[in-house]
């Protein structure tokens, strides 16, 4: 299966369409009068599609097991078809088009079973996703024109004496999201990190390196005082994302906020801390030149 451990979790949705097709409107008429000899069709159909939809990874190898959090099946009667509407629902890392559409199959394979005793026309027409929702296509986030600067604050590496793999990680990550990044590797010291922010004309400024505990970790205290607001909810995305995958992730003192209109970031030194910040909060984050924009037309 494709790895999803990287992803950030929110609320799924999907809608798939299915259509059984009879060859009188007799059938139509014994399926609203209740009497097809293998029982209810609606109630029968609709139980199979729930099970098919709680199914959907036992039978289909690539589908990730998944919470369901809700299921909703309606029908609709249009002369001789039956339509079929099934929607899913969950809170979760990865989408459930496969379990709507497959929900849906099962729901017409079903009625398809009912029926051909008394309507060996009967037939199953499309089967198709309509919407979905709560992925990359909900939340388009348009980084087109935004520069950055990452600054590595180490004084082991900018004495020459380690090699920048955290700053190179975050540039490329960056990359991936059209958003063009040079990078500067200063000290631990809070005048070269003052510097940087103030002379800064870039879109935004991640700083990496200087967040944790220890007696020359720096830069957190030294940003803080500068934003002209936090951006808490970012930092506690970080640590949460950071939390759920390695322990040691509660001592970060990764900070997030604005200052004249830019994004500041301090993420974490280790490459795999950066990383983690960054897919923790990325392209999502982006969203706040929308809203400033948004302001500076109002």
Do not use: W
Not at 119 to 143: H, P, Q, T
């Amino acid at each position: 299966m494709i790895d999803i451990t990287h992803k950030v979790t929110t609320l799924r949705e999907a809608t798939a369409l299915a259509v059984v097709k009879t060859s009188s409107q007799e059938t139509i008429d014994r399926i609203k009068e209740n009497t097809v000899p293998k029982g209810n069709v609606f109630e029968m159909s609709k139980a199979a599609g729930l099970l098919g939809v709680k199914k959907t990874p036992d039978l289909l190898p690539d589908c990730h097991p998944l919470p369901i959090e809700y299921t909703g099946i309606d029908f609709e009667i249009s002369g001789l078809e039956i339509h079929i509407s099934m929607t899913v629902k969950t809170i979760y890392k990865t989408g459930v088009e496969v379990e709507a559409m497959h929900g849906a199959s099962i729901v017409a394979l079903t009625m398809y079973d009912m029926l051909k005793p008394i309507d060996k026309n009967v037939e199953i027409g499309a089967i198709r996703l309509e919407k979905k929702k709560g992925g990359k296509s909900s939340f388009k986030i348009n980084a087109d024109g935004l520069k950055a600067h990452v600054v590595v604050c180490s004084d082991t590496i900018s004495k020459g004496k380690g090699v920048d793999k955290a700053g190179e990680a975050i540039v490329s990550k960056l990359a991936e999201l059209g958003i063009e990044a040079k990078k500067s590797i200063i000290p631990d010291d809070p005048e070269s990190i003052r510097s940087i922010l103030s002379e800064n004309t870039a879109d935004m400024i991640i700083y990496t390196g200087g967040t944790g505990v220890g007696p020359r970790d720096v830069t957190p205290d030294t940003i803080e005082p500068l934003l002209d607001l936090r951006l808490k909810g970012v930092e506690e995305q970080m640590r949460n994302y950071g939390q759920q995958r390695m322990p040691y992730a509660m001592l970060s003192r990764s900070v997030a906020g604005m200052k004249n209109g830019k994004v500041v970031l301090a993420l974490p030194g280790s490459t795999k801390g950066a990383v983690e910040c960054m897919d923790s909060v990325f392209p999502h984050i982006l969203h706040v030149y929308k809203v400033i924009e948004g302001k500076r037309h109002d």
